[in-house]
């Protein structure tokens, strides 16, 4: 994934813009560099479009991120991952310097990004001085295990893969079984046309 092409905001693009998606595409484009046919930059105009509403933006310090991932499970047992921390802290400075402090009375949404298990050994760093050695294993177990997609059976199951170089090539290997389980259960359908 190309993280300079952030494919996950062409959703948030496509809502903010009143679901244009000509436009939408220009920016995509944009972001990969092959922008055709428009006679404007259409990144001047997300820029303009989320200052408006959107009228702050923070960055922090990776201390900063530990110390907000280790907050969050010390004190609403809560795993994040570093990019969600980053989110956490800002929404905590924004409402802290508007009004003091927090308050239940106004929430505070903030956009949770990826899964704790995608960086691990950054959980345990912030995480391993609040977690008691008994329960380590549990804790590894329940945020820093990667988890698969159930599937679209009466039953609900989810495939859980080992942490480590290994998860890669297992996760892929779930896949190419579904594809093919997909794949032979359509072949065995003789209901639905052939392509």
Known sequence: MDIQAPYNMERFFWLIFDQNTDFVKSVMESFEGKQRGYHFDPLIHVKTRFQSIIPK???????????TIKYFYHNYD??????????????????????????EDVPVICIATAHPSKFSEIVMQACSSVIEPEDLSNFKKQWLTHKALPQDTDKEYFHVLPNGPQWEQDWEDILKKDIQKVNQNYANDSTKSKL
């Open 78 to 103: 809560y795993v994040c991952c570093p990019h969600s921390a980053c989110a956490l802290y800002a929404g905590y400075e924004y409402f802290t310097l508007q009004h003091g402090k927090l308050s």
């Open 57 to 67: 933006c923070y960055m922090t310090s990776d201390e900063n991120i530990l110390a």
